[in-house]
């Protein structure tokens, strides 16, 4: 089964930038739907965005459009995550998660393969 790793988070100001990546080993990511998803502190884990398999589509929880862009490199086997104009509510931990389903799941439930997570935080 596939395992993930997830990299390039951390403190940045509001406003700032940061790019989340995904690193896939003992499988290929061509293989599942990838999401990202997050937790904040004494909150639920929520949906952020996936993308489908073959990278064709992309969904994104509606407070981030426009500021997250969620892509795949089958060929690196990765998946990465831009976020720009960082809000101080995107602080959480960040994980990317693989989904044996096809097309979009948008549940935790619906994934199988987790990352360990990787935290951003963003400062007012």
């Known amino acids: 089964q596939v395992q993930l790793v997830e990299s390039g988070g951390g403190l940045v100001q509001a406003g700032g930038s940061l790019r989340l990546s995904c690193a896939a080993s003992?499988?290929?990511?061509?293989?599942?739907?990838m999401g990202w998803f997050r937790q904040a502190l004494g909150k639920e884990r929520e949906f952020v965005a996936t993308?489908?398999?073959?990278?064709?589509?992309?969904y994104y929880l509606e407070s981030v459009k426009g500021r997250f862009t969620i892509s795949r490199d089958n060929a690196q086997n990765t998946v990465n995550l831009q976020m720009n104009s960082l809000k101080p509510d995107d602080t959480a931990i960040y994980y990317c998660?693989?989904?044996?389903?096809?097309?979009?799941?948008?549940?935790?439930?619906?994934?199988?393969?987790w990352g360990q997570g990787t935290q951003v935080s963003v400062s007012s």
């Open positions: 998660a693989a989904s044996s389903l096809y097309g979009s799941p948008m549940t935790p439930h619906e994934y199988n393969v």
């Open positions: 003992g499988g290929t990511v061509s293989g599942y739907s």
């Open positions: 993308i489908t398999r073959s990278g064709g589509r992309t």
